[in-house]
């Protein structure tokens, strides 16, 4: 058992090439699962599907049962907000075909899967230089992406026919995103106090995500690392001193090529 630890600890936190390329394939795997979430959302639900989500429900058991067994404060792993999350996730996704019928808010529920996205932000953190020199503008990008979704899929639940199919999904989008940018055309409106104070919740919260991007994008870009005496933790990417206290800083970077 010792040894079984020890070989899912270095396959999770290891250097080496059989660990990164593990470690890429659960990036890979999570991208996937994310996106079947979203094509499915609006998609009748068969046995084919039923015994696809199931299976997924166990992979996903089974990824957060490692992680957990090899973490060192196993409470703090418990309460990340994207472990929560896949834990719902997991119990919709194992509990929908004991239920006579497909629920809808089960499909609310498989949408948390997009809270993962930050759980594959920290492992392309470790991973990618590309990431860590861009990382505000990625986080604020899947900050957008994650909201538009999460609440398209409630828009769907609660406006719209579980008959709608995917053209009611697709308006659901429609009408987050034109609520988002407070385009405000019209043609798709709530009329209950709840619908309202949903499209307020949506312009809010919309626009203030719409901002961050377009920070993240246009401010100079720098990297996330701690400077080992004052802890300043963002500077420029071929900053060789901390600009705050002048302490040596060695960077991961990539270096410049001459012509």
Request: net charge neutral; glycine share 6%; aromatic share 10%.
């Amino acid at each position: 058992m010792e040894e079984l630890h020890r070989t899912i600890r270095l396959l999770y936190t290891g250097r080496s090439q059989g660990a990164r390329r593990f470690r890429y394939g659960l990036v890979v795997f999570d991208a996937l699962t994310i996106a079947y979430f979203i094509a499915t959302a609006a998609l009748p639900m068969t046995p084919m599907m039923m015994a696809v989500n199931a299976g997924l429900g166990v992979l996903i058991l089974l990824d957060l049962a490692a992680r957990f067994w090899i973490s060192d404060n196993r409470r703090r792993e418990l309460a990340r907000i994207y472990t929560l999350a896949d834990l719902v996730v997991v119990a919709s996704l194992l509990l929908g075909p004991l239920l006579a019928e497909n629920l809808a808010f089960l499909r609310v529920l498989r949408g948390l899967r997009l809270i993962h996205a930050y759980h594959l932000l920290r492992d392309l953190r470790r991973e990618s230089l590309f990431f860590r020199r861009h990382e505000d503008a990625v986080l604020a990008a899947v900050n957008l992406f994650v909201f538009i979704f999460v609440i398209t899929s409630l828009v769907f639940v609660l406006a719209f026919d579980e008959q709608a199919g995917v053209a009611g999904y697709i308006d659901a989008l429609y009408f987050t995103v034109a609520t988002l940018t407070t385009t405000g055309f019209g043609d798709i409106t709530m009329t209950t106090p709840g619908g309202k104070l949903l499209s307020v919740f949506i312009m809010v919260v919309g626009v203030a995500l719409f901002v961050q991007l377009a920070r993240a994008i246009f401010q100079p870009s720098k990297v996330k690392y701690d400077c080992p005496e004052c802890g300043l933790n963002r500077h420029e990417p071929d900053a060789i001193h901390c600009k705050h206290c002048g302490e040596p800083l060695k960077i991961e970077t990539e270096g410049e090529t001459g012509m």
